[in-house]
């Protein structure tokens, strides 16, 4: 690894590229058009900025997706500017290839945020839930960012196993873990997250909740006492809710579930304007 | 100076007769007016000597009952009499009192009222009825005792006017308060003590002046030297009296008294550097204030072998915080309070203690451990204590004793504290957790460290004392355990407070740990470089490795771009290393434009330094290391003036390719800046003649200053071209060891004015540019003098002369961008 960086420094005395500022457009162009053809190491192996990006840019996976992905993964060996690095870890995002696994490692813990974030988020692409435990360490993280943007990972992943972490999250103001918990936790958790419903923001709340009705794997007593749970609380927002879900009722349904909703949605109250002249009388 | 005030002890010899003159004209006593008194300077001047006498009958009796007199905080305040040992209110009393009451024999006297009409009341101990009531003649009072009906007391006043200036003393009858006698001085007299059926006080910090307590007459005077007096303790039946220390004053029956022991006990560590005693010329504050709060207690026992403390222990309090040593300053217990200690008194083996939250706590003077307590009615703004033995009264006992708890634990309690006023105590107790034998105090300091409200005195404290702290580095170690994780709520370890008492305890397993921080995002920035040289200190190869993958990973990352210190120290361990590797690394890093601007500018001088021998093994080389290029902090004066020396050929060719310049010119002078890495910038040359300004340009961009580790450095530099008319020096002299303002009167005397301008006139470089005589003396090119660079920073070269080169306002104003040059008139 540390030779790679010795390597393409070294190498630029021997490949130098123009530079944007004293080559015209067309000189430009012309010497990008004769670097195409060249294979993607060879084509990293520059100090132009513009020129890594547009690279970097144009990854996508195909054929030489874990060639490339390797090649990705020595350009960010290397250390690269802000740029560079974080267009290098799109592009590892958008290869998902697991050969650039370990170097996504490493910058798990890099000092910018962004490109922690861009870590997280390239091994979330992978899909691979051997690396759950991984991204769960993100709610673990300094920056608010990095803990949400791992949350919503998780909740997409549906790693169970990160449930009681979520939880935590979502108890010290992770938002995110609310939608994600919806997405993975089974009926303990839902018991688990249903002791904070008055405590955190009812919009949080129902996002969550949003997620829990709409899944088959749940049991319909869990879900009813999530509807029970939610007329006690009553107001606006939650007779919007359960309307909604009245309305267009999520597939898996059960007749049972379908009808608790529609129940409760009718028995639920708006708010009376009670600071009205005449209201109450 | 009035004939009435007095000088300094020094100067009393000399004063004596005239004094004594002036005696009857400085000081009047009420009772008898012609009585000789005290006056300044010659205190003791016609008095008879203060000899010992026998111990008087009365001076004995029966225990006095165990009393603690408080005035309660608050508007209107109270004075409040509490019985220790029956646990009853003898008194409660409403009214705004000034100062804190003092508990005599048989009555409480304290002072009330406004300030311009302060009065002193006091009232019956037994019963709690008032006794008296009178006007007190000075704006402060100081104290009072009592011998047998005499109620005795000092008050003073300081003013700038002498005739306002002084102190009386006055004794009145302790049942009606009338007046018995009087005495009126104009200066400072000390609170009062009592020494059988005489009163004691010091005159102006210098002698000891006794009055027969009954009758009012002088019954002795001491003149002690020329060492201040600030307080007067003679509860033992013996005289002591000091300042910061203590004195045993041994009297005798014929001649004047002698000085017998003396006790010097180590305050020095304690805040504010108390005395043994607080000075008897303060008036005490009945309300808040640090009088009791901050002090030292102990009993002073004068003893054959010499003046010794009672049980060989002191105790200190700050505010809440109470600490015990022995006589040898070594810390024994310490306490602390949840209010503060608004009175702390030593007594037979137990220290008693008054709290602001009203509490009588009842400590073993031996571990400090709490023996009883009693509970007082209301918060307590300041307190007298008349205690007569250790004996713990019925009331104070306690159902259940306290858990034990050992010194370390208490000092973490009161280093952990966070009461803001409190930190030079949690700075006492931080010192002497690190002198703590065990090795769990390191984590105690840790902990202490790591608290978001610990201030930064504090936290600096711990650093330094666990970097020199030999106990406990595997707890230093184990710290490292912990990282920051948002879920647990757990902090990032204090590496500044850890890792130099792990370099210094030479952990080498903790290494991987120290990487693992290196890595994590949550290292302070600032600790990355302290982090880099415990690894290459303790790591080896393994370290270098890890340095190397940081070095690579953040040389062009913006996140250490704010400070790039640590990657330029990472730069300087990896050139000097013992592997080729990693000097590759470090030349790759300096040809890579993306490279920190900061951290390339220093990999300059750097690598231009002479290379590491190539390493012919790598253990062998571990062992030696290269020797590492010195870049100094700064440059100066001399560095800049010897690389013009050095250029001066180069700097001479421009000169000489013009005729008529060179001719004309006397001086040329440069302004410039030179970066970290020794080149120069934003060069601007006087006189700006397009040929010459390009020519020296040119020269100059290839001139290499040394290069140096902080800042920029801001310079400029006269290029003197008239050698012949340098200043003449003034030959050494043999008065040149002479004082300065001899030395200056024979150089005037014996130098002739020198051809410069007048010293008035305006010569800053900034915008003088060069002279240009009208009458060139010469036509040839002379070789070019170095002179003296003038710059913002500190030289530390020697001063050279100026060339007489008198420097005129330039005929051509400089170019616009030159925005610090002022307009020149026209």
């Given at each position: 690894m540390l030779l790679s960086f010795g390597m393409t420094l070294a190498s630029v005395a021997v490949v130098v590229p123009p530079s944007m500022a004293s080559a015209t457009e067309t000189d430009w162009f012309a010497s990008h058009a004769s670097t195409l053809n060249q294979p993607l190491a060879k084509r990293l192996q520059t100090h132009d900025q513009t020129e890594l990006i547009m690279v970097l840019d144009e990854l996508?996976?195909?054929?030489?997706t874990d060639r490339n992905a390797r090649a990705v993964s020595d350009l960010l060996r290397s250390g690269q500017t802000d740029v560079v690095t974080d267009h290098a870890l799109d592009a590892l995002a958008r290869l998902r290839?697991?050969?650039?696994r370990d170097v996504l490692m490493g910058f798990?813990?890099?000092?910018r945020v962004e490109a922690r974030m861009r870590a997280y988020s390239a091994l979330a692409e992978l899909?691979?839930?051997?690396?759950a435990s991984v991204i769960a360490l993100g709610l673990r993280d300094s920056a608010p960012q990095v803990r949400s943007d791992a949350a919503r990972r998780l909740g997409e992943l549906r790693a169970r196993s990160a449930a009681p972490d979520l939880q935590r999250a979502l108890e010290l103001g992770v938002n995110e873990a609310s939608a994600a918990l919806g997405k993975l936790g089974d009926a303990a958790a839902l018991e688990r997250f249903t002791t904070q419903l008055g405590k955190l923001p009812l919009p949080v709340m129902l996002e969550g909740y949003a997620n829990f009705l709409e899944r088959?794997?749940?049991?319909d007593a869990s879900k009813l006492a999530v509807i029970a749970a939610l007329e006690e609380v009553s107001g606006s927002l939650v007779k919007d809710f359960l309307q909604a879900r009245s309305a267009r009722p999520a597939p898996n349904t059960s007749p049972q579930v379908q009808q608790a909703i529609t129940n409760s949605a009718s028995r639920v109250l708006r708010p009376s304007t009670t600071n009205q002249p005449g209201a109450g009388r | 100076m009035s004939a009435c005030t007095r000088g300094g002890p020094v100067a009393r010899q000399l004063l004596t007769w005239v004094l004594s003159t002036l005696a009857a004209a400085c000081a009047g006593s009420v009772?008898?007016?012609t009585t000789r008194v005290i006056v300044a300077g010659?205190?003791?001047?016609?008095q008879p000597p203060l000899l010992r006498r026998e111990p008087t009958?009365?001076?004995?009796?029966?225990p006095a009952t165990r009393l603690v007199a408080y005035v309660t905080d608050g508007r209107p305040s109270a004075l409040v009499v509490y019985?220790?040992?029956?646990?009853?209110?003898r008194l409660r009393v409403a009214g705004m009192f000034r100062n804190r009451p003092e508990l005599l024999d048989d009555v409480v006297v304290a002072v009330v009222g406004p300030d311009a009409a302060p009065e002193l009341v006091g009232y019956d101990?037994?019963?709690?009825?008032?006794r008296f009531r009178r006007p007190v003649e000075r704006a402060s009072w100081l104290g009072a005792v009592q011998v047998g009906d005499r109620v005795i007391y000092v008050s003073t006043s300081l003013s700038f006017r002498p005739s306002e200036r002084g102190s009386t003393l006055t004794a009145i009858?302790?049942?009606?308060?009338?007046?018995a006698w009087q005495h009126e001085v104009p200066y400072a007299l000390s609170r009062p003590s009592t020494l059988g059926d005489r009163v004691l006080v010091v005159s102006d910090h210098a002698d000891v002046w006794a009055l027969d307590?009954?009758?009012?007459?002088?019954?002795g005077c001491a003149p002690l030297g020329t060492e201040s007096i600030d307080w007067l303790d003679t509860r033992s039946g013996e005289l002591l009296l000091g300042a910061s220390d203590a004195r045993h004053i041994v009297l005798t029956d014929k001649t004047q008294p002698r000085d017998g022991s003396r006790l010097h006990l180590?305050?020095?560590?304690?805040?504010?550097?108390?005395?043994?005693?607080?000075?008897?010329y303060d008036a005490v504050?009945?309300?808040?204030?640090a009088y009791g709060r901050v002090g030292v207690s102990t009993q002073l026992k004068p003893d054959p072998a010499g003046l010794q403390v009672a049980e060989q222990r002191y105790v200190y309090a700050f505010y809440r915080q109470l600490f015990a040593f022995q006589?040898?300053?070594?810390?024994v217990w310490a306490r602390l309070f949840?209010?503060?200690?608004?009175r702390v008194e030593s007594v037979d083996g137990a220290v008693v203690v008054v709290t602001e939250a009203g509490q009588v706590q009842w400590l073993d003077?031996?571990?400090?451990?709490?023996l009883g307590q009693q509970a007082l009615i209301g918060h307590v703004a300041s307190a007298a204590l008349r205690l007569s033995s250790a004996q713990l009264p019925d009331?104070?006992?306690?159902a259940t004793p306290p858990p034990e708890r050992s010194l370390r634990d208490a000092l973490r309690q009161l280093a952990i504290?966070?009461?803001?006023?409190l930190l030079p105590g949690r700075q006492l107790a931080v010192q002497a957790l690190a002198a703590?034998?065990?090795?769990?105090a390191s984590r105690d300091l840790l902990d202490v460290y790591v608290q978001?409200?610990?201030?930064s005195e504090l936290k600096s404290r711990i650093a330094r004392v666990l970097a020199e702290r030999s106990i406990g580095s595997e707890l230093l170690l184990s710290a490292l355990d912990t990282q920051y994780d948002f879920l647990s709520g757990s902090p990032a370890p204090p590496l500044a407070a850890i890792v130099p008492g792990l370099v210094r305890g030479r952990q080498t397993q903790a290494v991987p740990k120290l990487i693992t921080h290196l890595f994590d995002?949550?290292?302070?920035r600032a600790d990355l470089r302290r982090l880099a040289l415990a690894i290459a200190t303790l790591g080896g190869p393994t370290g270098l490795e890890a340095l190397g993958r940081f070095f690579v990973m953040y040389?062009?990352?913006?996140?250490?771009?704010?400070?790039?210190s640590a990657l330029i120290e990472i730069a300087r361990i990896l050139w000097t290393g013992a592997s080729t590797h990693e000097v590759k690394l470090v030349e790759a890093a300096a040809q890579?434009?993306?490279?920190l601007a900061e951290l390339r500018l220093a990999l300059v001088p750097l690598m231009a330094a002479p290379e590491p021998e190539a390493p012919v093994a790598p253990a062998v080389n571990a062992k030696v290391a290269p020797p590492k290029p010195v870049v100094p902090e700064l440059l100066n004066d001399a560095d800049i003036a010897r690389t013009f020396t050095a250029h001066a050929a180069e700097l001479r060719d421009c000169l000489g390719s013009d005729v008529a310049t060179a001719a004309t010119l006397r001086a040329v002078r440069f302004s410039f800046v030179i970066e970290r890495s020794g080149t120069l910038s934003q060069l601007q040359i006087w006189p700006k003649r397009a040929a010459l300004t390009q020519c020296l340009a040119a020269k100059l961009a290839e001139v290499r200053f040394p290069a140096f580790s902080r800042g920029r450095r801001m310079a400029s530099y006269t290029l003197a071209?008239?050698?012949?008319?340098t200043t003449a020096e003034v030959p050494a002299r043999?008065?040149?060891?002479?004082p300065f303002w001899q030395r200056a009167q024979l150089r005037g005397a014996t130098l002739a004015l020198?051809?410069?301008?007048?010293?008035?006139?305006?010569?800053?470089?900034?915008?003088?540019?060069v002279d240009e005589p009208t009458?060139?003396?010469?036509t040839k090119p002379v070789e070019p003098q170095p002179a003296e660079p003038k710059s913002d920073a500190p030289s530390s070269a020697p001063p050279t002369r100026h060339?007489?080169?008198?420097?005129?306002?330039?005929?051509e104003a400089p170019?616009?961008?030159?925005?610090w040059v002022p307009a020149q008139p026209r």
């Open positions: 996508s996976p195909g054929a030489d290839s697991r050969e650039g798990l813990h890099h000092r899909k691979d839930s051997r690396d088959p794997d749940l049991p | 009772q008898e007016p010659s205190v003791c001047s016609d009958p009365s001076a004995a009796g029966k019985d220790l040992d029956s646990g009853r209110e101990l037994e019963t709690g009825e008032p009858d302790a049942r009606d308060g009338s007046s307590a009954n009758s009012g007459k002088s019954a180590p305050f020095e560590p304690l805040p504010g550097q108390p005395s043994i005693r607080p000075s008897g504050p009945a309300t808040r204030s006589a040898d300053g070594a810390l949840d209010t503060d200690a608004v003077a031996h571990d400090g451990h709490l009331g104070a006992k306690l504290d966070t009461d803001s006023r703590s034998s065990e090795p769990e978001r409200a610990a201030p995002p949550n290292t302070e040389h062009a990352d913006s996140s250490l771009g704010p400070d790039s890579d434009p993306a490279t071209l008239r050698p012949e008319a043999p008065t040149d060891n002479a020198p051809d410069q301008p007048p010293w008035w006139r305006d010569q800053n470089p900034l915008f003088v540019a009458k060139p003396e010469s060339a007489p080169t008198a420097p005129e306002p330039p005929t170019s616009g961008d030159t925005w």
